[in-house]
């Protein structure tokens, strides 16, 4: 049975009585067990597994979590498991809600198509603007803040940036209401709908909530916890909050005691992961920051008898070279050595490195299949024929329309839309040729919004070109910017929409799809420019080889529709599913942040510098050295066995000197 198997703290956590309770689980301390061990308590205590959910930061957390108690008790399966997004989508659409659920990235271009729109060189201003993207994640910010004034909000963040509060809360405005218009939602406002409905009194049916990683809980993810509760059962660790960039507020965690009546505290110490040794290094130093909760990592694996060492460089290239040595002649299997850096500028050096002896490698925060863009637009074409509504699916489809940017591709959607009366895919096939389209739009200098609309203009210069007169008919063709290219690239689609509109086959569809001359333009501009030298010459094995390439990976996307015989489930498993799946063997290179949750045998901490690791830049916006010091303390106990850090005087490229980190000596190294 799960519980028999706890040891004495994990027990009286697993077992405690129904209220509210946090359980701060340092590294290392067996909370997964603790969690399968409460849930099984609470089957056999007799709630129902419909009556338990289970909030997880990754989907494989809690399937794991799911099936390690079904082991003993089958209808432990049965249990609402999930992140925080993939419930609120479930729950939603039991609802009957309809809505469509998009990656943050892919919404970024819809967000840019609007931010286009703006003339910010027009107004005067001295500051420069943020951009679209980054203004994109400022406004994910905002929201996961729970703020409720913008202004007031940036004004604090961003003084300077005053200015152009009014111009960014109207994009935001826009973007939101076309989210609305086509039920398009992102991760944040999924959680805003499933808020709302709980505060709206729908039925709730959990008795307890679980909570796993509490201190990487923003704000936002606090109000679902808060709206869903009735009892509370949250697992965590201070010392492992590591997210404030990322909205991440330590203070959830910090006042559990304080916020809620009668709520107990328990405290998970014994490390069964790391020697002694290393756990000396991680008690040492996180001791240097406020103890929240009393606690030290014990040790149950005893001392190995090596201490941890420093090796000391001259310079960041004989770091790395020396490392990917160690790294060839240790004995520890490949897969459970981890290279970890504070940030990605690290990582590119040590590859090549690896690369160049021969060792696999496999680099977390890589492109992964599902972002590479080939699968990414294929899926966006299928979305499309899901649901025409979908603004998004249908930019980023013509993105690769030569020619046609995200402006314009938003303008032709939306006429569209018009000409098929709320359906774009009936606008290409049937359109309403009595609506008007492309009409003057909104103008506002204060907002940067200017009126340099340009006549329509005539088909005569597409007759041509081969389309069939039913196409030419089409009103969207008049539109003042198309170009030829752009121009065919709508009429590739439209033979294709055309097609497929009598099938019901998935596969048939997918086949439809990979055989078009549309996806041809797309395989070709993507294969284009993988295949240029440095001259920007398109060299012709290249291109064949990248063709070859995108074919072959699109080729197992299809692998995978094969399970399915709905196109809609199919879909929704690939965008709530995709980002956590990831290819490849070899070394492990992480970030900090990447290896958080996981374990190492032999773990290499590199570029251990003042500047670098603590980075003050980074972490002034974020958690200050408080946050550093726990990124230390994630990166130190990943290692098992043995453990070792990197320190180089000088980095040649950057032609910088260098300290060491003030964290070797909090270690008590002396250097």
């Keep these: 049975m799960p519980l028999s198997k706890l040891n004495k703290e994990q027990l ?35 709630l129902k597994p419909q009556e338990i959910l289970l909030l997880t930061f990754t989907n494989k957390a809690a399937a794991e979590m799911k099936e390690r108690v079904a082991k003993v008790l089958p209808h432990a399966k049965d249990i609402e498991a999930g992140t925080f997004h993939s419930v609120s989508y479930k729950w939603l659409k039991k609802l009957n809600k309809n809505i469509v659920l998009k990656q943050p990235k892919d919404l970024k271009i819809l967000f840019k198509s609007i931010y286009d729109k703006r003339d910010f060189s027009r107004l005067g201003i001295e500051e420069k603007p943020y951009s679209a993207n980054y203004l994109f994640d400022i406004y994910s910010l905002f929201l996961n803040s729970n703020a409720s004034s913008f202004e007031e909000w940036l004004i604090s963040r961003a003084p300077n940036q005053a200015e152009y509060a009014l111009i960014y809360e109207d994009i935001f405005d826009e973007y939101e209401k076309i989210k609305k218009e086509h039920n398009l939602v992102d991760f944040n406002s999924l959680l805003i709908e499933m808020i709302n409905a709980l505060k709206s009194g729908i039925e709730n049916p959990f008795k307890e909530v679980l909570v796993d990683e509490y201190q990487d809980t923003n704000p936002l993810q606090n109000e ?142 890589g492109v ?34 030569k020619g046609i940017g995200s402006a314009i ?14 359906n774009a895919i009936k606008g290409f096939l049937n359109p309403d040729t009595s609506k008007k389209i492309f009409t003057n739009k909104r ?77 041809e333009v797309i395989k070709s501009t993507l294969a284009k420019e993988r295949s240029k030298d440095k001259n920007g010459v398109v060299d012709k094995e290249r291109f064949e080889e990248a063709k070859e390439k995108i074919n072959n990976k699109v080729k197992v996307l299809g692998n995978l529709l094969k399970n399915y015989s709905d196109l809609e489930r199919f879909l929704n498993a690939m965008v709530l599913g995709a980002s956590e799946m990831s290819e490849g063997r070899g070394v492990n290179l992480l970030t900090v942040h990447a290896s958080k949750g996981l374990e190492f045998k032999e773990v290499y901490i590199v570029d251990m510098m003042e500047g670098r690791f603590p980075n003050i830049k980074l972490s002034k916006p ?36 260098y300290e060491a980190s003030r964290f070797l000596k909090e270690a008590g190294y002396k250097l």
């Design 368 to 401: 992964s299949f599902f972002d590479s863009r080939e699968i990414k637009v294929t899926l966006d074409i299928l979305t499309f024929l899901i649901n025409p509504k979908d603004i998004m699916a249908f930019i980023h489809i013509f993105e690769y329309a």
């Design 622 to 657: 974020a958690g200050g050295i408080e946050e550093e010091r726990r990124l230390f303390y994630v990166a130190v106990t990943r290692a098992k066995d043995k453990l070792y850090f990197a320190f180089a005087k000088r980095d040649r490229i950057r032609n910088q000197e």
């Design 12 to 46: 009286e956590a697993a077992t405690a009585p129904l209220g509210h309770n946090l359980i701060i689980a340092s590294a290392g301390t067996g909370k997964t067990s603790t969690i399968v061990g409460r849930i099984a308590y609470l089957l056999e205590e007799g």
């Design 443 to 519: 103008t506002s200098y204060q907002l940067g919004l200017f009126d340099d609309f340009i006549s329509l203009r005539s088909v005569s210069r597409f007759r041509n070109l081969g389309f069939e007169e039913e196409f030419l008919s089409n009103p969207i063709l008049r539109h003042p910017k198309l170009s030829i290219e752009g121009a065919e690239f709508l009429y590739y689609f439209y033979q294709f929409l055309k097609k497929v509109k009598r099938f019901k086959n998935p596969q048939s569809i997918f086949n439809e799809l990979a055989n078009s001359k549309m996806f």
């Design 409 to 422: 591709a938003s303008d032709i959607f939306e006429a569209l839309n018009i000409l098929g009366n709320g």
């Design 224 to 365: 679902f916890i808060e709206a869903v509760k009735k009892n509370l059962f949250c697992v965590g660790d201070y010392d492992q909050s590591i997210y404030a960039f990322n909205g991440a507020d330590i203070s959830i965690i910090s006042t559990f005691d304080k916020r809620y009546e009668n709520a107990r505290v328990y405290t998970l110490k014994k490390n069964y992961r790391s020697y002694g040794e290393i756990l000396d290094i991680a008690n040492k130093v996180i001791k240097n920051n406020p103890r929240i909760y009393p606690k030290t990592l014990e040790v149950t694996r005893g001392y190995s008898g090596e201490y941890p060492k420093v090796l000391i460089y001259n310079d960041t290239f004989e770091e790395y070279r020396d490392i990917a040595s160690r790294i060839l002649t240790s004995t520890t299997k490949k897969d459970e050595i981890a290279v970890l850096f504070r940030n990605n500028s690290s990582a590119d050096a040590i590859e090549a490195m690896l690369r160049e002896k021969g060792i696999e490698c496999k680099r977390k925060g």
